[in-house]
């Protein structure tokens, strides 16, 4: 995959305790820029990252949660943002996950998803460890988290 320099990747992940009653569920993404064109994704600038929690719910719901975090952020006028909230505006923005479902997501038109290879991208075990961590935290708190 080439990742281009001007392009927000964002790589979104989850997790969920299937086994409780309660369910928790988390969700995470970290989103990186390239100062210039990368074939293997070596050399980004990470520039926000994101985690969710919540009770009830599923694995693909804090995805979809995450997802929307990174549009009110840093989405264009197309991604729902009012211009008083972006911290950034990016021509095109790149969903990054291993999980086939996010395509399901509904998506603005400058907004693309690709889905790669778990093992072959570092930067998915980091979210996906970042979606766990913030279900666990949330499981030992005891309250939904958003940081």
């Not at 926000?48 to 989405?75: C, P, W």
Request: net charge negative; glycine share 8%; with cysteine.
């Amino acid at each position: 995959m080439k990742f281009e320099k001007d392009t927000l990747y964002v790589w979104v992940g989850g997790s969920c305790d299937y086994g409780h009653k309660e369910r928790a569920g988390g969700g995470a993404y970290i989103a990186e820029t390239f100062a210039t064109d990368s074939k293997d994704g070596v050399g980004g600038k990470i520039v926000d990252t994101y985690t969710t929690s919540d009770f009830n719910t599923k694995e693909f719901q804090m995805i979809y949660r995450a997802m929307d975090h990174v549009l009110e952020k840093f989405g264009t006028s197309e991604c729902h943002a009012s211009s008083e909230n972006r911290a950034g505006t990016f021509e095109k923005i790149v969903f990054l996950s291993n999980v086939q479902y996010i395509q399901n997501y509904p998506k603005p038109e400058n907004v693309e998803i690709r889905i790669l290879p778990y093992h072959k991208f570092p930067r998915q075990k980091e979210v996906h460890d970042m979606a766990s961590q913030a279900m666990r935290d949330l499981r030992s708190s005891g309250e939904g988290v958003n940081t």
